[in-house]
């Protein structure tokens, strides 16, 4: 494994000055040596001419959250991390920018199977930065590209995971459990590019929901479930609604009544708490049995 290490430079303004002073000198020198015919003297200068203009070559900046990545002969010399304008050795080539911004990645609409084989379009947003960038650029041949790769993979694996939806209490599913599905898919993505010097930041889906050929289907579905629930939410108040009466009614010995007179007010009060429509009441003008 390659690890990140700090380059080796020295202030750039100041060596600027050092190469253009000794550019000055030398063609001083080479228009001295010419001007009194001694031509002959003036290949030392013109050596360090060629000396002071190879120095220039080693110039370079960085910008803010930036870094160069410095090469010698093949070699990994380090990485300038610091902002501002530096010297370095002339024959570090290349000298790879790479920025150290945190930076957005949406993945395209993947179309996978859950857990329980229902088809479902999924994407996700994931938010990294470069952290070893000699990892980034050594051990992988192009890091963005790894990054868009890898991150795909993990949310392939994620969907195939989980269900859509969750039919058991307690179960986690890819729309309800929102906050689990993220820890889990940031950490599997990290995990992955570990290897590559990334760090990631955050990874939410950015997108959900069933394919289109069976969306229909599963919308019916949805809606039955949630008639369901609410009837048996209904059913459950009415019942406790019928009890207090029936408790009430005995507390206060407003009337007495048997259990087949019971059974009959239990199945009108149902009726009357449960039915969907305005029921229409009728009024008992005779004895309480006719």
Not at 48 to 69: D, I, K
Not at 162 to 179: E, F, I, K, N, V
Not at 269 to 285: D, G, R
């Amino acid at each position: 494994m390659i690890r990140e290490k700090p380059a080796t430079a020295l202030p750039g303004v100041l060596m600027f000055l050092v190469f253009l002073a000794i550019e000055i000198f030398s063609v001083w020198y080479s228009i001295n040596r010419a001007m009194v015919g001694e031509w002959w003297t003036a290949g030392g200068a013109v050596l360090l001419f060629l000396f002071g203009t190879w120095g220039f070559f080693g110039l370079t900046a960085v910008s803010p959250n930036e870094s160069r990545v410095l090469q010698l002969f093949g070699s990994y010399l380090g990485t300038i991390h610091a902002a501002g304008f530096f010297w370095v050795n002339p024959f570090a080539f290349p000298r790879r920018r790479v920025s150290l911004r945190v930076r957005n990645f949406e993945s395209a609409k993947l179309k996978v199977n859950d857990h329980d084989g229902n088809p479902i379009e999924i994407a996700a947003i994931v938010v990294w930065r470069v952290t070893d960038t000699a990892e980034a650029v050594f051990q992988v041949d192009d890091y963005e590209n790894f990054l868009r790769v890898q991150s795909e993979a993990a949310l392939r694996n994620l969907a195939t995971t989980y269900p859509y939806d969750a039919h058991q209490d307690g179960q986690l599913s890819l729309r309800t459990s929102s906050q689990e599905i993220t820890e889990r898919l940031k950490s599997e993505i990290q995990e992955r590019l570990s290897k590559a010097g990334i760090e990631v930041i955050e990874a939410r889906i950015s997108h959900l929901a069933y394919a289109p050929e069976i969306a229909q289907a599963m919308l019916r579905r949805q809606q039955a479930s949630a008639v369901v629930a609410a009837r048996q939410r209904i059913v459950e108040g009415a019942v406790g609604m019928v009890e207090m009466a029936l408790a009430e009614l005995s507390k206060r010995s407003v009337v007495e009544l048997d259990e087949e007179r019971k059974a009959a007010m239990v199945s009108n009060l149902l009726v009357v708490l449960c039915s969907e429509q305005n029921t229409q009441p009728v009024v008992n003008t005779g004895t309480l049995y006719s």
